[in-house]
């Protein structure tokens, strides 16, 4: 009996190491086109290119967090901004999205690139925000208070996921915090470069 189980577990570690190594080839193909189709669109749909990776590190709350910025040029290497990625606490997990600044330090736009938020009330931060009170389309970080009306900020909070919104907008913030490190014409070096 003890063998038995012991052949099936070991057969079974087997196949799943076999379907992991077939796997991940197209799984990280996948991650990279969904991250460049995010780049394109939070950076208003233009035709664009990413002429660099930037990883800034900054220390937040006593620990450190990595941001990936991405710098955005258009067919004249003319620069139209970038677009970074942020990744906070939210209410059932890691919230990490994607936000486009314009040169200005203006929001152009965002996605949610992963999330693990309650279905039905927290995974609406991929709408809530770009419409109405709660948009922060156009927003500049460094002048407007981008913090939940609870708290005394400008943004309207989703309905009855408060937690979820403070998750957001404090990537959203954070992000802007790794994007004013960053300067968008001369590639000014942060602590680190990819």
Same mark, same amino acid.
Do not use: C
């Given at each position: 009996?003890?063998?038995?189980?012991?052949?099936?577990?070991?057969?079974?570690?087997?196949? #799943?190491?076999?379907?992991?190594?077939?796997?991940?080839?197209?799984?990280?193909?996948?991650?990279?086109?969904?991250?460049?189709?995010?780049?394109?669109?939070?950076?208003?749909?233009?035709? #664009?290119?990413?002429?660099?990776?930037?990883?800034?590190?900054?220390?937040?709350?006593?620990?450190?967090?990595?941001?990936?910025?991405?710098?955005?040029?258009?067919?004249?290497?003319?620069?139209?901004?970038?677009?970074?990625?942020?990744?906070?606490?939210?209410?059932?997990?890691?919230?990490?999205?994607?936000?486009?600044?314009?040169?200005?330090? @203006?929001?152009?736009?965002?996605?949610? #690139?992963? *999330?693990?938020?309650?279905?039905?009330?927290?995974?609406?931060?991929?709408?809530?925000?770009?419409?109405?009170?709660?948009?922060?389309?156009?927003? @500049?970080?460094?002048?407007?208070?981008?913090?939940?009306?609870?708290?005394?900020?400008?943004?309207?909070?989703?309905?009855?996921?408060?937690?979820?919104?403070?998750?957001?907008?404090?990537?959203?913030?954070?992000?802007?915090?790794?994007?004013?490190?960053?300067?968008?014409?001369?590639?000014?070096?942060?602590? *680190?470069?990819?």
């Amino acid at each position: 009996m003890i063998l038995a189980l012991v052949g099936v577990a070991v057969i079974m570690g087997f196949i #799943l190491a076999y379907v992991n190594t077939v796997t991940a080839g197209p799984i990280a193909a996948q991650n990279e086109k969904t991250l460049s189709d995010g780049i394109k669109a939070v950076m208003g749909g233009v035709d #664009l290119t990413v002429a660099e990776d930037v990883t800034v590190t900054q220390n937040i709350d006593g620990k450190d967090a990595t941001f990936v910025v991405h710098k955005a040029v258009d067919k004249s290497n003319n620069p139209l901004g970038v677009a970074v990625e942020s990744t906070t606490g939210g209410f059932g997990g890691d919230l990490k999205v994607l936000v486009g600044f314009d040169p200005e330090g @203006n929001i152009l736009g965002y996605t949610i #690139l992963q *999330h693990s938020e309650t279905p039905g009330l927290g995974a609406k931060a991929g709408n809530w925000f770009q419409e109405g009170k709660g948009s922060i389309i156009g927003k @500049n970080p460094g002048k407007d208070n981008l913090t939940v009306s609870k708290d005394g900020g400008d943004i309207d909070a989703i309905t009855a996921s408060t937690i979820t919104s403070r998750a957001f907008l404090k990537a959203v913030n954070q992000a802007y915090g790794a994007y004013s490190g960053t300067d968008v014409d001369t590639g000014a070096t942060p602590q *680190h470069a990819k």
